[in-house]
């Protein structure tokens, strides 16, 4: 990942986000952004839930009050299969399209490992049918510290965000059979790359 030197105006996009653990992430992306003096900035709001009445008048309230910002909303996926479906199916276009976390954080947070460590966690998934019935959180939350990191806790990132690990996560977005996603770590490839590419 290249970086620029130069003092720029830096780009603040506002993600409405569905807890504090998305927060924290956030947070250690802008860390890594000043470090390498990368003008790109997140402001997270919480919503606290991901329920889509709740992501959506966070939506109007903040674009009432700056009209012209660039505001995304990420959640997971998970209840977005089930009791959101329909609300969000017919969303009015005024609304931007949610950016999700197949199927949830703790999926994200596993696509930045390395691949033989983030395929294994999908093979725990598969095994409880995590993909066409997400578990909740009483069951994922177990498996997930014994198949990929031991002492996490939700609202506490359990890795430094840094060149590698960007650079796994974006690998594994990539890859033809991983089965999680995130329309975030898309978007976040793609405005890295656009940043860089204006201020090389």
Not at 44 to 68: H, P, S
Not at 82 to 92: G, M
Request: net charge positive; proline share 4%.
């Amino acid at each position: 990942m290249n970086k620029t030197k130069r003092h720029h105006m830096v780009e603040t996009v506002i993600v409405i986000c569905e807890g504090s653990s998305e927060y924290v992430y956030l947070q250690e992306l802008n860390r890594f952004f000043r470090a390498n003096h990368i003008p790109l900035a997140f402001s997270g709001q919480v919503i606290g839930t991901g329920a889509y009445k709740a992501a959506v008048n966070r939506y109007r309230d903040i674009r009432r009050q700056m009209k012209n910002a660039e505001i995304v909303i990420w959640v997971d996926k998970d209840i977005y299969l089930d009791s959101q479906k329909r609300l969000y199916d017919n969303k009015p276009p005024v609304i931007p399209d949610f950016m999700f976390s197949r199927m949830n954080f703790e999926d994200f947070l596993a696509l930045h490992m390395d691949r033989k460590s983030m395929f294994k966690w999908q093979k725990v998934c598969e095994e409880h049918h995590h993909f066409s019935e997400p578990m909740c959180s009483a069951v994922y939350l177990p498996l997930f510290k014994v198949s990929c990191f031991e002492h996490y806790k939700k609202g506490k990132l359990p890795f430094k965000i840094n060149e590698e690990t960007l650079s796994r996560l974006f690998a594994n977005l990539k890859r033809k059979h991983v089965r999680f996603k995130c329309d975030f770590g898309d978007f976040l490839k793609e405005r890295l790359n656009i940043v860089l590419e204006q201020y090389e």
